[in-house]
């Protein structure tokens, strides 16, 4: 048995992850401002005696005393609307966030695992996307305060690793999807399935034609799980390399939800990314993971858990 803390643990990819490693036989200590995160999303978690959660700042206090095993540090905000609107504090928890999650690691002489993203590629010239790619994006962007503070904790963790020696690893997560993912998060397919199920109008921004690949959360956490525990220090894609445009997506929601929405145009955001695929090489070899949810089962998954919440009040 280990002790795990999970930093973003009430978040809607750290919770699954506090999960797993309680279902597994870990202790789980959880840290969150609940800035994005719910607590409703640990009501699962809170039921073990091995569940401790702390209700803190990372960028101010990391306060977890006792011995730790293992840090993994997923406090951010994670959808643009949540980090377009809080850019400073998005900022900050990449950097100062990170330090102290690598500073509570250093300690305890724990592993140590960072959540990077796929938006370091930036607008990629490269595709699919191997890790080797250093990507291709605009510091001054709106948003580039997500993609900078990624890079930026990227940085920070291999500057700890190469002068501390500390067993530090890297996921470079692709979009994520599945049951906690919020409503009104304003991702793409939380954005869809909403909008089917209420028979609105589905918003696709610019002709539709960019593409995204989508991975389960229970593959995305799968993967993690596995970099956390292999002793690999490079960066790791996890994400599912399966691509489709936003109107192939219009085409699976509407198919799951049983919907005849339109479809509605609007601009395409600035700096948004023509394409988006990853190249999962790395992890097929060195961790040997690959996804096994297809988007129309996993769709579904999320339909029933949206619809499921409604039913008990929450929307």
Not at 233 to 261: A, K
């Amino acid at each position: 048995m280990a002790r795990i803390v999970v930093t973003g643990g009430a978040g809607f990819v750290g919770s699954h992850l506090c999960d797993a490693f309680l279902a597994r036989g870990d202790e789980v200590v959880a840290v969150d401002n609940l800035c994005t995160g719910r607590l409703e999303n640990l009501a699962s978690a809170s039921e073990s005696p091995r569940f401790t959660f702390v209700r803190s700042d990372v960028c101010r206090e990391l306060p977890v005393d006792g011995p730790v095993d293992g840090v993994l540090h997923f406090a951010s905000p994670a959808s643009p609307p949540e980090y377009l609107e809080i850019p400073l504090a998005t900022l900050d928890v990449g950097s100062l966030g990170t330090r102290r999650a690598l500073d509570l690691a250093r300690k305890n002489d724990a592993r140590f695992l960072v959540a990077s993203t796929s938006e370091i590629y930036g607008d990629p010239e490269v595709h699919p996307q191997p890790e080797s790619y250093n990507g291709n994006v605009d510091p001054t962007a709106p948003r580039a305060v997500y993609d900078e503070a990624k890079r930026f904790a990227e940085t920070l963790t291999m500057a700890y690793h190469r002068l501390y020696g500390m067993r530090t690893a890297i996921v470079r997560i692709f979009n994520t999807y599945g049951p906690r993912l919020r409503p009104a998060d304003g991702r793409v397919i939380s954005n869809f399935v909403v909008q089917a199920l209420d028979g609105k109008p589905l918003t696709v921004y610019g002709e539709g034609t960019q593409t995204r690949s989508f991975c389960y959360v229970d593959d995305e956490v799968r993967g993690i799980i596995a970099l956390f525990d292999s002793e690999v220090v490079e960066p790791v894609n996890i994400g599912n390399p399966h691509e489709f445009t936003m109107l192939e997506l219009v085409d699976v929601v509407r198919e799951v939800t049983g919907s005849s929405s339109d479809v509605v145009f609007e601009p395409l955001p600035m700096g948004d990314p023509a394409r988006r695929r990853p190249d999962i090489c790395r992890a097929r070899s060195l961790l040997g993971w690959e996804p096994v949810v297809e988007l129309r089962d996993g769709l579904a998954r999320l339909r029933d858990w949206y619809l499921e919440e409604r039913s008990h009040g929450r929307a």
